[in-house]
């Protein structure tokens, strides 16, 4: 269909508003001015405050992919030992890239339909008596499975056993949807991009990290240039950014966090996923009473507030759902990845997007799932609507 807009819910990239589009169709301007200096200072207060990090924030012309080899290369040196929950594809591959740096990884396996579970946790640790795990990297909300981790329980357990290892949380796909404080948690680096909860295009990433971990970078001696924080920490201004800055990214960027402002701060756009979210999952819960598919994630408190992963029973092909729902409909759609892929497909409901938006993805999600035959519980868009007109806002 070519008329009307496309709808994206992939869970990133995501919807640009247009405000965020016009905001960088203009010209470049001089990025050794005050204009400019005063844009980025803006952005990146703005972006700490919202991470509840009062430490310092390293900004990446990059993908998440460099972010997470940005914080592996400063905070490990070869022959580290970490503990990486591994909770689905994005974790697993971070892992990888760890091990790709020389690093002793102890994968914590969480089964890809679990958040990183706080007891088996404390097990874990507790066989290191020595103390020899130097961090422990998780991601909050893994985006290819649904399933968002305990943060505080996480936190309880290494105070508890006075563990001392280096928090370090990749809330790329959580960030601006489901609430972080980083300083409360005890959190040493946090991971964010531009192109899911921001609602910005790829291309920016940053790192949030706390006085601790800017010690274990100064005192790793691994190699390293282009992602050096001790590097991007000394310089001054735009050179932060080590090579010329993202310019329009953080035009881009700076009228982002004018929405999150106007919409009444970071607390109401989480309120806002929190509400979207609920619907999508009242919908799926429905649809899912026919028996032909079901919830990735088995416990209902770890459903990620970002996006949803929904399995669908082994005689049904998930890949013709996303594809029939693209062709057809308009909207597109994650697949499933690794293990999950042509068993899942993946609704995003993260970043720039409202009721009734929300409402025509599940309209055509229903749509699709009855095109391929997949036999599913009637309502499932009726008890979204019902659900999203309760409550106040
Ligand atoms: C999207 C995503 C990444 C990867 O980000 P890129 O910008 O594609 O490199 C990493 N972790 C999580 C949890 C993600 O959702």
Sequence with gaps: MVSGRT?????????????????????????????????????????NEHMGNSGPLIGYTSTGHGAWEATVTNLFDTGARVLLCDSGHFSHRWGEMCEAHGLDVCWFETGWQRGVDPDALRDALSTDAGRHIEGILLAHTETSTGVTSDLQAIRTVLDDLEHSALLVLDAIGSFGCTPINVDTLGVDACLVVSQKGLMMPIGLAFTGISDRAVDAAYANERGRFYWDWRRRLEAEGYRMFCGTPP???????????????????????????????????????????????????????????????????????????????????????????????????????????????????????????????????TGGLEAATKMLSEVSS
Excluded at 11 to 30: K, S
Aim: glycine share 10%; aromatic share 6%.
């Design 7 to 47: 709808f994206i819910q992939n869970p990133g990239p995501t919807n640009i508003p247009d405000r965020v589009l016009r905001a960088m169709a203009r010209p470049a301007i001089d990025f050794g001015t005050t204009e400019f200096s005063a844009l980025l200072d803006s952005c990146l207060t703005r972006l």
């Design 247 to 377: 310019i329009h990214h953080l035009f881009g960027l700076d009228e982002a966090l004018c929405m999150i402002a106007e919409e009444g701060g970071i607390e109401a756009v989480t309120s806002r996923h929190r509400r979207l979210a609920d619907a999508v999952r009242s919908a799926v819960g429905v649809w899912g009473e026919a028996g032909a598919l079901e919830f990735n994630a088995t416990k209902e408190s770890e459903r990620s507030d970002s996006v949803t992963c929904v399995r669908l029973a082994a005689n049904y092909d998930a890949d013709h759902v996303v594809a029939i729902a693209r062709e057809r409909f308009n909207l597109s759609m994650g697949s499933g990845i690794g293990p999950l892929a042509g068993s899942a497909f993946r609704i995003g409901h993260l970043g720039d997007l409202n009721v009734p938006m929300l409402l025509g993805a599940l309209g055509a999600v229903e749509a699709s799932l009855r095109v391929c035959q997949v036999p599913i519980g």
